[in-house]
């Protein structure tokens, strides 16, 4: 006669419970504590562009391998609500439409998709930058990007 008490049930049930989590989550993460991927799509005229959300509001961003650091449009910037005054425009750039200053910013946060990057280096350019473009100072701390025929996927 076969004997079953509640209690080794319970244990059988709790033990296949934490397998069958565990293995989900391995099978989630890539053992590195986890790996978010963003994918972005080739627009019809050929380039990046996405919507980030940089501290919590969402910008149109063009992705550029090509600048530096993040540089932010003055309207861009206003609307997130940084705001640097003339003194603060200390730097000289070279953008697609000539040279312009540029002041130096902090932001707290940029994230596409789940690609998200902590404190992130940043330029606010005062004239000449036609749209925001998502620079190194982003791509750079992700754990890589890759560009296809379709389209360019972010890992974090």
Request: proline letters at 3%; hydrophobic letters at 50%.
């Amino acid at each position: 006669m076969i004997r079953i008490d509640l209690r080794s049930v319970a244990i059988i049930a709790l033990a296949v419970a934490s397998s069958l989590t565990t293995a989900y989550w391995l099978d989630r993460f890539d053992g590195r504590g986890g790996q978010a991927q963003a994918a972005i799509a080739r627009s019809a005229d050929g380039h990046y562009w996405t919507q980030a959300m940089v501290d919590g509001q969402p910008v149109r961003m063009l992705v550029d391998t090509g600048a530096s650091v993040v540089a932010l449009t003055r309207q861009d910037a206003a609307a997130l609500g940084v705001t640097p005054d003339a003194s603060q425009f200390t730097l000289k750039v070279q953008t697609a439409a000539g040279a312009a200053r540029a002041a130096p910013v902090q932001l707290a946060q940029i994230a596409v998709g789940g690609a998200r990057v902590e404190r992130v280096t940043a330029l606010v350019v005062e004239d000449g930058l036609p749209h925001s473009l998502l620079g190194m100072s982003y791509l750079g701390r992700l754990n890589g990007f890759q560009a296809g025929p379709d389209g360019l996927t972010l890992k974090s």
